[in-house]
Structure formats: structure tokens, C-alpha cells
């Protein structure tokens, strides 16, 4: 109150005792205030006036406000002036005014027509703002952004700003726009709908996702992860990073970066094959068998299953080498793997693992199925028809089978389903022979 009432001084001295307390009031607001007739011409203007404008104040009274315009004639100002006497309605804007100095300076606006009760003549009480600097300010912003942007949009991947709110939802606050190359994606569909993108991260990948996201949340460690997602142009390997951030909220933020590693990835599985695959059958070999074993041992033991396993050995395997030759036990052996593999399913692991040994682990199957399946594969491998020169050559396998348990070890498994092989060498060959630990009757093994 104790300025406004300064104020009230201030103008009624220099306006006179008669000044309507609205105008006084509006002598209160900083900047440059001022009051026209209805055809603009400047009756009085506010001390603060010359601070900021650089015009002499008694030097505008009597002079239309237009002169104050770059564009005198057909300016903003002119236009603003129409406004109010025509609508009786204010105007607001932005208006380019000169300075005393020539200087150019971007004015926020207000024309507020003031009429009486008693039919005085229409006034009009015009506020300038200086916003110059505001403005390029606002205009460095923008160019400062768009530069911004502009680097984001050519970063090798998407930048992200992910959030997960108290109970877990997941919303995108800003995706780059790189979303459109690495999915096929416009970046304001999943800001709007996060699932948009999520849904398309393959099923298996998504619990690691969650459960990556919680541990980072609850740690605030470095989130990472690589996913597979679908895309128009097929699956595409996803690698996430981001560094989380908790909100008081209880909201956890990440900022991070999307990359498409589908070549590294590619690259890696194809190396990753030529390591783990036998050159002349394309069986895994003993290495990637004991690997790969493990995982689907560790992978049993989460459900409590054993995992059936066998050795197969080709009968006098020496006798065809010798009496026919390597290459031809080469053929031999490739023929051999071929039905091997024709004989399980895709996911069994099958392997050389020496050289006219193979390993092979049944995964998801009783030690009944696996029986059953093995002595299949026997019978297939006995019908093979092996044209070489003018004659037909025909092999034998046997095998040993024996249970691979959930603490079990595959080295202690393989070394039983060894000894197993040994004794179907032993009864005969072409046959079958599990160790004595194998759940199986006895009394249904064939031959
Ligand atoms: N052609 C070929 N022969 C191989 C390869 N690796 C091992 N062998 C041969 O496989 C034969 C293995 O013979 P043995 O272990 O004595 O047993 P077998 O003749 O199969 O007799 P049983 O196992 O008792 O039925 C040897 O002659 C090896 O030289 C290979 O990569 N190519």
C-alpha cells in the first residue's frame, strides 16, 4: 500500500488533483505508461517514460503515439489504435518501436480504452513493456534448442528420458527422433503411449527389462540392457543405457541413450557359431557342449528336472576307415550327423565331442521320451545308405544313456553315459544302454 500510495503522489502532482484514480493505479505498473485520445495523440505519458524510451516527455505530448512505431503509417501501433476505438475492446502485442537513439526495441503492448460514466471523451491508457532483451534471450533459447535438437536427431542412436511412477508404470517424457530409423516409431506416439514401444520388446526380454529397471531404481546404479525389439524390417538387437535419477516424488527418472547393436550382434553370433561349431559336421563341439549343457542344466534345475543325456559312438568306425579310406569316413560322419540332427528337435544340443563320439543333451524331456527318441535316431542311423564307388555302406551307432541331475555336474553325467556306451559296445552294438542310475525298466531296452 505504502507505494501505491507514493505513487498516487507522484501523479497527482504531475497529472493534476482531477488524474481518475485508475490512471493513478496504473502508475504503479514499471515500465512506460501513457494516455491518448481517441485518435492517439499522446496527452500524457508517465515519469519513467523517458528512462525508457529516450524521448524527452514533453516532446511526445501532443504528437501521435504512431511516431513511436518503425512503420508510422501502417504499424502495429496504428493497427492497436483502430483496435480499441472501434471494439472498445483493449489489444495486447508485441510492438517494434524506435528509441530517441534510433535503437530498435520489441514493446509488449496494452491498449486499454477508458470511458467515463459520464459521457467524458474516450481515452485510451497505453503500458509498454520493454521486452528486447527478453526476447533475444527467447530467440537464443530457440536457436540454442534447435542446434540441440539437431545434434539429438544426429546422435548414433535415441536419446530418452524415461520415467517410472511409485507403483511402476513406465511413460517416455522425450524420445529423439532417431526413433523413426531404429523402429519404425514416431517419437510422439510412444510419449503418448509408452506401451507402444514396450509391447514390442520381445516377451523374454521384457521381464529382464523390468527387473533391470527395478534393480536400477532401487541401487540409482547405471541401467543397461540388451534387448530384442520388433520392427517392420524383422528383430533388431536394442542396447539401453541410461543413468537413473530419484524424483522426491518417488518417481524414478532416467536419461539415457538407445542403440542399435543388430550388426555387433550378428557379428557376435556368427563368431560365436564358428568357436562353438565342429568344421567338418556342424555339430557343436565339446566345448560348446559343456557350455551350453550347463545352461540348460541350470535351467532344469530352476523347474527340479533332470536332463537325459546320451554318448553315441559309430561302430568299427576304424574298420570303415580303413578299409574304405578318411574321406570316406569323413562322409561317414557327416551322413551320421545330419540324422543325428534330423532325429532330435532344434533345441537338444548335439556334439562332437571327440572324434567318432558325440554328445547329445535332450532338453525338456523325461528319460522315457529321451529313450524313445534315441532309439528312433538308432534305427534312422542303421538305415542310412551310404553310396560310395559302386557300393552300399551302412553304419551302427550305440549309445549310452544316462540322467543328468539338477546339482548334477554334465563332466560326472557324461562320464556315466560312457561307461553306459561301453557296456552297449559290450552286449553287442547298434544297441542302447543307460547307466544304473537311468529311471528307466530295463526290460523295454531293444536287442
Ligand atoms: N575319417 C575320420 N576318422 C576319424 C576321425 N576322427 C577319428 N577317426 C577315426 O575313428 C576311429 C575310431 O576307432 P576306435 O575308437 O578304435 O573304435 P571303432 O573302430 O569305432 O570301434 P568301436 O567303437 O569299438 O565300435 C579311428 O580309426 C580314428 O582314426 C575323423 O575326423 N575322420
Known sequence: MAIIRDKWRTWRSHWGEQT????????????????????????????????HSGHPADALVGRRIT??????????????????????RSWRGVLMCRRADGRLIHQDGVFQPLEGSRGEPLRLLVTLHDITELRQKALHDHALLERLQGTLSRLPGVVFQLRQEARGGLDFLYLGDG??????????????????????????????????????????????????????????????????????DGTTLWDGLLIDITPRKQEEQRTQRLV?????????????????????????????????????DIDHFKRLNDTHGHAVGDLALQ?????????????????????????????DSSPEEAWGVLDR??????????????????ITVSLGLAVLPPEGSVDLALSQADQALYRAKHEGRNRLAESPSYPRSREDTPR
Open 20 to 51: 481518475p484514480l485508475a490512471e493513478v493505479l496504473l502508475g504503479c505498473f514499471p515500465g512506460l505508461v501513457m494516455l491518448t485520445d481517441a485518435h492517439g495523440v499522446i496527452l500524457r505519458v508517465n515519469p519513467g517514460f523517458e528512462e
Open 67 to 88: 511516431c513511436l512505431d518503425v512503420d508510422p503509417l501502417h504499424g502495429d501501433i496504428s493497427h492497436a489504435l483502430a483496435h480499441c476505438v472501434a471494439r472498445r
Open 179 to 248: 526413433l523413426r530409423a531404429l523402429a519404425g516409431l514416431p517419437p510422439s506416439a510412444v510419449m503418448e503411449r509408452a506401451d507402444t514401444l514396450l509391447e514390442r520388446i520381445q516377451p523374454e526380454d521384457r521381464d529382464a527389462l523390468t527387473t533391470s529397471l527395478a534393480q536400477s531404481a532401487v541401487s540409482q546404479e547405471a541401467w543397461w540392457l540388451e534387448f530384442r525389439l520388433e520392427t517392420a524390417d524383422g528383430v533388431r538387437w536394442i542396447e539401453g543405457r541410461a543413468s537413473p535419477s530419484r524424483r522426491r
Open 276 to 312: 562353438s561349431t565342429d568344421m567338418l559336421t556342424g555339430a557343436l563341439n565339446r566345448r560348446a557342449f559343456f557350455d551350453f549343457g550347463e545352461a540348460v542344466r541350470a535351467h532344469a534345475a530352476r523347474q527340479g528336472r533332470s536332463v537325459p543325456m546320451a554318448m553315441l
Open 335 to 363: 551322413a551320421f550327423a545330419m540324422t543325428c540332427r534330423d532325429s532330435l528337435r532344434p533345441y537338444d544340443l548335439f556334439a562332437r565331442i571327440g572324434g567318432e563320439e558325440f554328445a547329445v543333451m535332450l532338453v
Open 377 to 394: 535316431l538308432r534305427a534312422a542311423v542303421e538305415a542310412i545308405e551310404l553310396e560310395v564307388a559302386d557300393t552300399t555302406l551302412r
